[in-house]
């Protein structure tokens, strides 16, 4: 055991809690009614070896423009929490998916017009037996988040952003973004 006294023990604690709740308001840059924790970007916030505060996130699509803006929120969060020093660790394994957005998030994501990504897409961490190998390769399914209808079609690959896909509610006209399983 190193020999960190119990009350530098328990204040750094009481700096994690903090930044934990600091850390969990920052929004994401790109669809600001999510935060950078629901959307599975921030993974962890602990001490480093050097006693430095440690924020650890994980880039959601590779060449993402958003990760320098959220490097940028994350420091001006825990800087206007007064946190002291602190530094980003980017985890590029286990890759991000976006298996990794909270419920919570995906009714947000709903409620703002964007319509969660559906089903999953970590097929490689799925053992085999559990894939129907007679069922055919099911047509994807994009409900408009606005009325709820699945009679949906894609317009385009990309909208606002490349991660997200360009569709049109046939029902009620309205045209949606789709964030695309990843
Ligand atoms: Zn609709």
Not at 124 to 147: G, L, Q, Y
Not at 159 to 181: H, I, M, N, Q, W
Request: proline letters at 8%; charged letters at 20%.
């Amino acid at each position: 055991m190193n020999a960190a006294s119990v009350p530098a023990r328990a204040a750094m604690n009481a700096t994690l809690q903090r930044a934990w709740s600091v850390l969990e308001t920052v929004p994401d840059p790109e669809i600001p009614v999510v935060s950078i924790r629901e959307l599975g970007i921030l993974r962890d916030v602990r001490q480093g070896g050097d006693g430095v505060l440690e924020v650890v996130i994980t880039p959601t699509y590779s060449g993402c423009p958003a990760m320098g803006q959220i490097a940028e929120d994350i420091a001006l969060a825990i800087g206007n929490a007064g946190l002291g020093a602190h530094r980003i660790e980017t985890v590029l394994a286990p890759a991000w998916t976006t298996d990794w957005i909270t419920e919570e998030a995906r009714d947000k994501l709903r409620r703002y017009g964007i319509a969660p990504p559906s089903g999953s897409c970590a097929v490689t961490e799925k053992p085999i037996r559990f894939v129907p190998r007679s069922m055919p390769h099911a047509k994807e399914t994009v409900a408009c988040p606005r009325c709820g209808s699945t009679h949906t079609e894609k317009l385009s690959q990309f909208g606002s952003t490349a991660c997200k896909a360009l569709y049109r509610c046939v029902d009620c006209r309205e045209p949606f973004d789709y964030f695309k399983p990843y």
